[in-house]
């Protein structure tokens, strides 16, 4: 079992940044994929990024270049560093984990990206 908890979120000015973490407790021996999922109001969830167990990363078109994923194994948290936010990026983010035996996902955190 894989336990998900995602901060960071807020409400931020278009061109800003935010940080979101995703804090992962439980048994991650089986993880092969962790990523970062959104959901925009009316809109199905959409890949934002993801890291493999071996560190291959993979964006969406519409964040390559501005968004970072990263993870720190020995904090067992996992990074999404989110520079020159656009407010099409307003959406709730999720973190997900992928292991051999099934899929997980936290409770989400609010980014508004605002004037």
């Known amino acids: 079992q894989v336990h998900l908890v995602e901060s960071g979120g807020g409400l931020v000015q278009p061109g800003g940044s935010l940080r979101l973490s995703c804090a992962a407790s439980?048994?991650?021996?089986?993880?092969?994929?962790m990523g970062w999922y959104r959901q925009a109001p009316g809109k199905e969830r959409e890949l934002v990024a993801t890291?493999?167990?071996?560190?291959?990363?993979n964006y969406a078109d519409s964040v390559k270049g501005r968004f970072t994923i990263s993870r720190d194994n020995a904090k067992r948290t996992m990074y999404l560093q989110m520079n020159s936010l656009k407010p099409e990026d307003t959406a709730v983010y999720y973190c997900?984990?992928?292991?051999?035996?099934?899929?997980?996902w936290g409770q989400g955190t609010q980014v508004t990206v605002s004037p």
């Open positions: 439980g048994s991650l021996l089986n993880m092969r994929t």
């Open positions: 997900n984990c992928v292991t051999y035996a099934a899929n997980y």
């Open positions: 890291i493999s167990y071996g560190s291959t990363i």
